[in-house]
């Protein structure tokens, strides 16, 4: 017997099958090249049945580790001004603005990283030149100012007496005194442009304006008297006849009710933002023993548009961004 297989014989079985998988699957140094190609694939076999491992995934997470590939995030600003000053800090010749004029909830975003102009190429074997992954954005949610909140909160809902008296009465700030010059109710020259703009729509809507104090004290002391008179007509042609019975509204002296239905007030639309003046129709309905009365801004939807077109267009200039209204591709 040969000293060699003597050797192999009195060997300890254990260790004789550890040295034979250390043989088997042992592992190999990988050198981390300096300069890796993070587009292409990076690939090692490993012990297990030599199989393939595609390591790129764990590339590029280390190539992130101490600088990420790409800008992402979004930012979320406290005013328009942060929102300029960012896309100034960030754009780039992609760069665009997003305005969406929601009345309840208006918001402008910018997207640092968007979309090249012109169509996609679908056939680029590195994919599409003028893609971008639109993941660096900024948005800005236009505040409401209180006062705006507090009016439209309130139209249309009928109120009783002494909740309209709490409701002037705590936004009495809000509400300016018609001018002479909407009293008359007559557009001149000499006017203001924004008080010819007010006489135009008493004159649209058949209002008159009131005053604050007057609201005021209808809001303390009303009451309404309803009668009722028979009125007939006849077709002399037809011989038809035609009865309807009038309501008229009346006060504690007996005489027809002559109230305005309209005040002005003068408030922000945005937080921060210049006061805009608008009409505020004022009705009465009895409804039963108990009158609810009705205030609601006419035609609202002008003052917001007239104040976010405002903050659109200075966005649009400081940042020399193109703007389109809407979303973005989310």
Sequence with gaps: MTEELTQFSTENTAATMRDVMEKIGGSESIEQPDDFDLKSAHLITVPSHRRVEDLTAKYREAAEFLKPARRRGTARLDDLQSLIDWANRFKGPTSALFAKPDLNAPTITCIADYHAEGPADQDAATGDPTARHCHHRAIYNFPLSEEWKAW??????????????????????????????????????????????????????????????????????????????????????????????????????????????????????????????????????????????ILSIYNPEKAFEAAFKEAVAEATEKTELPIFKGEPES
């Design 152 to 293: 439209i909160g309130v139209a249309g809902k009928p109120l009783e007496k002494d909740d309209l008296g709490e409701f002037i009465e705590a936004n009495a700030k809000d509400i300016m005194d018609p001018t002479a010059a909407i009293l008359a109710a007559k557009e001149s020259d000499k006017n203001q442009p924004w008080e010819n703009r007010l006489i135009q729509t008493a004159h649209q809507i058949e209002g008159r304006y009131g005053q604050l104090t007057q609201l005021l004290q209808m809001s303390r002391q009303f009451q309404v008297y309803e009668t009722s008179n028979l009125k007939v007509t006849s077709n002399r042609d037809t011989g038809e006849s035609e009865i309807q019975f009038l309501n008229e509204h009346k006060g504690a002296d007996g005489k027809p009710l002559q109230i305005p239905n309209l005040i002005i007030i003068a408030i922000p639309v945005f937080m921060g933002g210049a006061p805009y003046r608008m009409p505020v129709r004022f009705r009465y309905r009895k409804m039963g023993g108990a009158v609810r009365f």
